[in-house]
């Protein structure tokens, strides 16, 4: 077991917190750029609610809005672009994974001269790592991608029809504020796909690393179980503050280092969603939802010990021995069941996506990201084959 | 759930990553007070390599040596004086949890003109807590405390026959460099009670705590398994590379925040221990292997379904309900037979302690950290009969 492990993000945790948010961005700047998605948060009232308690501590507040769902480079050149005309020295992402993502661009964005598209990782020879940022504090809306205690940022250039990723130390936020209370007026269906986002993290490297990292292991079956736990109870009872903060809490931890240092060897099935989503603009999580048991599916029959102990953990499946593949499978089925059961879609065609562009998907993925032999990193590394192969069992 | 989490410890863990330690620390300072404890790092070896690693990055080296088990004051003042007579600008900790925290408090005093005993809590009216402290830099060679990776210390002073403590952020390590490959020649009875002090770590946490924390219930859950599953290994076969992995990377989990961020109310088994090893200098988790028992005993009492919960998820007892004491009270047994299967002393009069000072223990346990009205923090609070009474059963 080898590792290194760093995540300096403070976390502000509890419901009724979002009126510090204007006491703790003044730690770091008076000129907030407030970066926001299409409108729900000026709906809900959060909005006023946090520009207000900006204003109260003295900050001034320049808005960016409009941040869409899978976040485009040309939102993020213009946020960067205003965060420089209002001299902006602090970022507020105040929204769901999108607007947290884009905010931590735009942040590194603001203080680098040349296109923010060459910082995103997308298969070209010369990427520009950024080694600073402005300072974000990010305020999730929506328990899901864990990006608020994270380096990483997906973003997408509709131009190319490409969507991938950045991830390097100074995109980590100073602070997670996170106010379960913000989360209540999230609908049934975003509440499901996050309960699919945080659950897809964590089995990415449950399932895709060496092996021999036990108490990752109990973190992650921790994550998912209580994620199976209070999901439902949340997609039934919105207002049920106890499982909001619960799995917002799992979505956090999902994905912050704690459940993958020295387990993680690849994220396949989110590298294969972010080209397919390039192509259709679909919701990350359902795109996860349709891959993520077909992969499973595909790894388990070089990996039966890991899904065996999947469905014993998780489900309580009896197994005849480590190789049970039959066990595995069954595993995977209860998983496949779980989100259907909170109205996930499983197959692409519950999405109207339909078998045309499999190959191209495949050729796409490999193209952005391959281990040097044309293989996707993964447990086990996949060829252009098996992902074609994983697409077509998800039709 | 209401709570804030940071830690910026970053980890370095690896079998073989002990020649990093000089490219560490001259990321910090180029004059190190290298402290180690009474010398069993340099009949191991350990001590040549970290000399060599830190002299081929051109730090130069100063040497304080003999911290003992119980770290006191005394030393501490020592090894101040030392970094000061000789401008260290970086602390190096070479040693198990002792020479971590003697390390932490010599950082900050190396900073501090007052007397360090200031600086630890022990129920005065004017604590000095500091806010700066030279970077720190730990390499354990124990798996047990987690100093590696927080913020807190635990000092006596054989004077005033006080042990307590201190807990402040500028006593976060810089980086935590963990090569498991350095616990290998620990013997069998530290590593079992490195265990034990672990285990009783989260489960202070845990048992403790305002309770419904479902997510860092299971990381508990997870780190104990862990424990109970690799300790047992390490301590048959010390060359067990992977068990003394596994055991190291939980010591560090329990008590780094991960388990008990929103989790924790009171460390009463550590204070009441902290008063007894005052007065007969016993192992830490010596002490603590004959406390948390019967403290365990006594509070089942009172939150019976969360030692249900700890009887039927560590050890797969089956209970009639969660208000089962019978089934709570088989799971405390349970886990004393654990403690001593792996060689931990179960009761004062294993190590030849009577209860003719019970009393004080209680008194003096209570002077130094008091809820205000006269009670131990803990759930349930304890009045000085419930200390004696705790204290009688482990007799």
Known sequence: MQFEYSNPTRVVFGAGTLPRLGEIVRQYGSRALLVIGGGSVKRSGIFDKAVQSLKDAGVAVILCDGIEPNPRISSVRRGAALARENKCDVVVALGGGSVMDASKVIAAAALYDGDPWGMIYHGQPNVHIPTEALPLITVPTLAATGSEMNCGAVISNSETTEKSFMSTACLYPKVALMDPELTIS??????????????????????????????????????????????????????????RSHIQWAATVALNGW??????????????????????DITHAAGLAIINPAWMRFAARTNPAKFVQFAERIFGLKSKGSDDLD???????????????IGCPTRFSDLG??????ETYAKETLRIINDGNGKLPARPAMSEADIVGVLKAAL
Chains 1, 2 share one sequence.
């Open 186 to 243: 999230v609908p049934q269906n975003q509440t499901a796909f996050g309960v699919c986002d945080l659950i897809t993290h964590v089995t990415e490297a449950y399932f895709n690393g060496p092996g021999n990292t036990p108490l990752q292991d109990r973190f992650a079956e921790g994550v998912i179980l209580t994620a199976m736990e209070y999901g439902p109870k949340a997609i039934d009872n919105g207002e049920d503050l106890d499982a």
């Open 259 to 280: 459940v993958s240092s020295g387990a993680s060897g690849g994220y396949p099935v989110h590298m294969i969603e972010h080209t397919v989503s390039a192509y259709h």
């Open 327 to 341: 066990c595995a499978l069954a595993g995977i089925d209860r998983f496949e069941q779980f989100l259907k059961s």
């Open 353 to 358: 996506i339909d078998g045309s562009l499999i």
